[in-house]
């Protein structure tokens, strides 16, 4: 940071302040909204599961994205940059990149994936501690802002069980944003939430298969993506009519659904509705907490 002209020493008298305890979970938001404002926290609503929900199941722009429990964090700052002259003495130019490493335990493959997407987005990051509190950062008054993560840093891998009693999982590393300064980080502690934020989960994505389409009836099953076994997939289980709207692209008209009924197994759902057309196209969009059903409402149904 360049000093500026006609600033003197600031004041050091200091206060109670509640101190960051070590991160048990990280939440990914996207930096900015569609609209190219940031995401943020309004602290004025209130912090509880219902909120916590809405901001996981948010639109993809405003989403939160929290990862699994994390072990072993190392969160390091490096040494300042300094630059060295011939007498000994240095100049300061700038501070250490602050790096994080920490393991996923428990974690599948199919989670490397979902995070190492994040590379190619702007994205920032809420932490969640083993207290319980969330820290972002304070820029703004009546609201908590995430941290940014410095571009393109945000990678992981997967570890394999090994002879050593090595547990499966994913290492993860980033670094957070160059311009990022320690002094602006701060957290809403657990006892200021109506509702705890620890242990949120992400969503899952879901695809959907159709069988036995007819004009008043298909079946569907809905599957979640990368979880599971080829064989023996995780579905979607547990799911009424009322979780379910049908519409007619040709039409433009939605289509009165009269039953959703899942099999003994679970997971497929056999949908009845109003007579449709031949050769018209239907749209299932699928609604429920917890679950991205968006390939679903794009994988359309052309009725024979």
């Known amino acids: 940071m360049a000093c500026k002209c006609d600033v003197g020493l600031s004041n ?39 909120f916590w929900a809405s901001q996981v199941n948010a639109v993809a722009e405003e989403r939160w994205y929290p990862l699994p429990r994390v072990q072993n964090v190392a969160d390091e700052k490096a040494e300042n940059i300094v630059q060295s002259f011939n007498d000994g003495s240095t100049a300061f130019i700038a501070e250490g990149a602050r790096t994080v490493a920490g393991f996923l335990p428990g974690q599948a493959p199919h989670l490397v994936g979902q995070i190492n ?43 394999k069980n090994d002879a050593s009693a090595t547990v499966s999982g994913v290492n993860i590393a980033f670094t957070w944003s160059l311009d990022e300064k320690d002094e602006n980080m701060t957290m809403i502690t657990a006892d200021e939430m109506t509702d705890g934020v620890a242990g949120i989960k992400g969503l899952l994505d879901i695809t959907s298969a159709y069988a036995n389409i007819s004009l008043t009836s298909f079946d569907v099953t809905l599957t979640v993506t990368g979880y599971g076994t080829p064989l023996a997939p995780q579905l979607v289980k547990g799911l009424v009519a009322g979780d379910f709207a049908l519409f007619n692209i040709d039409d433009s008209l939605a289509v009165t659904i009269i039953s959703a009924t899942e099999d003994t197994a679970g997971g497929t759902y056999a ?3 109003a007579a449709q057309d031949t050769t018209e196209v239907l749209r299932l969009t699928p609604s429920k907490n917890g679950y991205n059903f968006s390939a679903v409402v794009t994988n359309t149904i052309t009725l024979p």
């Open 271 to 273: 949908i009845t509705y």
């Open 117 to 159: 997407d994040a590379r190619c987005s702007e994205i920032a990051m809420y932490v969640i501690d083993k207290d319980g509190n969330l820290i972002g950062k304070q820029i703004e008054a009546g609201y908590l802002h995430p941290i940014c993560l410095e571009d393109d840093t945000i990678s992981a891998t997967y570890v």
């Open 12 to 50: 050091t008298g200091t206060a109670c302040t509640p101190l960051q305890a070590v991160a048990r979970q990280y939440v990914l938001t996207p930096k900015f909204k569609a609209d190219g404002t940031l995401n943020k926290l309004d602290l004025t609503v209130t912090l509880d599961a219902a």
